[in-house]
């Protein structure tokens, strides 16, 4: 690996390390602000919490339509991220539901832009250098991992300081946005038709509904995870460690994801990433004590560390090169935010009227219909495969 190449994975990673410290100082302990600072109800925090998910899907393709038509991901990038972060001090003045709403919603706006654009370059770099996208995105883990256990503990003090963290971690990431490389790709002039081209891919329209059963609840649970530790007896301190030690536990497999998946392949290795879903949310129904729950906070790093990587090299292997960028948008915004936003709305129904371990219960059967739909496509490829070689 030459020195460029050194830079620019460097760069990527530093860009990874602090929009996730963003995220993690802001959206794990923001459920409990609303509701232990400001006295919101369930009802009123799920709706919050799961506005973020639902504009994400409408905008997401329109920042995919800009950033193609300008062809300058890497400005969209950092005018989008610096926004969104400015926007986050949107909590600090507001002091009713309404207020807090209309500060969600302008976050998700430019928040959306985020992930599906630097994920876009980045699987196009890493790609072309032969560098393992996995090693890149760990940095993510690894940066909300530290910001909810140094948050957790601030909070304590002064709870707003999330709010201030997030604008700062975001304001840095913006300005080293200018120097990832420019990864432009040839403007697709007929996105609507690249749309309904993606669309007719089985494969594709089956592993969306997967990625939202299974991805979904995984996301829904940096919203709930803290006041699922709170109503375990955990501190602001508590929801850090539990935290910092669930993110940390995904850089590991995300680092091994890429020669399980040459071993084991893609869609086994989501197999085993929504099964482990699962588990860990049916043992969180049957109320664990605090110790167990930080025990198996690890656990995350089975689901989101290989599910992440499989997810987005299974929809890049499936769909042709000419509509890659259109694919992995919709993955991001249907696959991911409709399913974050369908488990932190309802979620929130759930928590309301009975308590946040029936959260957990709705989440384990998502997440087990997931796997059901993962093994019944392996079915599928297989029996395809078999055909194919006889013929």
């Given at each position: 690996m030459n020195k460029e190449v050194k830079k620019n994975i460097l760069t990527l990673q530093g860009f990874y390390l602090l929009a996730f410290f963003a995220f993690g100082s802001l959206f794990p302990l923001l459920s409990v602000y609303l509701s232990e600072t400001v006295g919101l109800n369930g009802y009123q925090i799920g709706t919050i919490m799961s506005v973020?998910?639902?504009?994400?899907?409408?905008?997401?393709?329109?920042?995919?339509?800009?950033?193609d038509k300008t062809n300058a991901p890497t400005r969209v990038l950092s005018i989008t991220t610096f926004l969104a972060g400015a926007f986050g001090l949107g909590y600090i003045f507001s002091d009713d539901y309404i207020l807090f709403f209309i500060t969600a919603t302008a976050i998700a706006v430019f928040?959306?832009?985020?992930?599906?654009?630097?994920?876009?370059?980045?699987?196009?770099?890493t790609s072309k250098v032969r560098v393992n996208y996995g090693n890149v995105r760990l940095f993510g883990s690894l940066g909300f991992g530290i910001a909810v256990f140094i948050m957790g503990r601030l909070s304590e003090q002064n709870p707003s300081v999330i709010f201030y963290a997030f604008f700062l971690a975001l304001t840095l990431a913006a300005l080293l946005a200018f120097r990832i490389p420019k990864e432009k790709a040839p403007v697709n002039k007929q996105l609507l038709s690249g749309v309904k081209e993606i669309l007719t891919f089985k494969k594709f329209i089956i592993f969306l509904a997967i990625t939202f059963l299974i991805f979904g609840p995984n996301l829904a649970n940096n919203t709930y995870f803290g006041l699922f530790v709170e109503d375990s007896g955990g501190t602001y301190t508590g929801i850090g460690i539990a935290f910092l030690l669930a993110v940390l536990s995904e850089i590991p497999?995300?680092?091994?994801?890429?020669?399980?998946?040459?071993?084991?392949?893609l869609l086994h290795?989501?197999?085993?990433?929504?099964?482990?879903?699962?588990?860990?949310?049916?043992?969180?129904?049957?109320?664990?004590?605090?110790?167990?729950?930080?025990?198996?906070?690890?656990?995350?790093g089975f689901s989101l560390g290989l599910f992440i990587p499989a997810g987005l090299q299974y929809i890049r292997e499936i769909t042709p090169v000419h509509i890659t960028a259109t694919a992995v948008t919709l993955?991001?915004?249907?696959?991911n935010g409709f399913g974050n936003w369908f488990s932190t709305f309802f979620g929130g129904i759930i928590y309301e009227q009975w308590n946040i371990y029936y959260v957990y219960f709705f989440f384990g059967i998502l997440a087990l219909m997931g796997?059901?739909?993962?093994?019944?496509l392996i079915k599928e490829e297989k029996d395809n495969a078999t055909v194919t070689a006889k013929i």
């Open positions: 973020g998910p639902i504009v994400m899907i409408f905008f997401q393709p329109i920042w995919g339509v800009i950033s928040q959306s832009a985020i992930i599906p654009v630097s994920d876009s370059i980045s699987l196009k770099y497999f995300m680092r091994l994801a890429g020669s399980w998946i040459d071993k084991f392949g290795i989501s197999a085993l990433a929504g099964f482990v879903s699962f588990f860990r949310w049916m043992l969180y129904f049957f109320e664990p004590n605090l110790t167990l729950v930080y025990t198996t906070a690890v656990i995350q993955y991001s915004a249907i696959g796997v059901i739909l993962n093994i019944w």
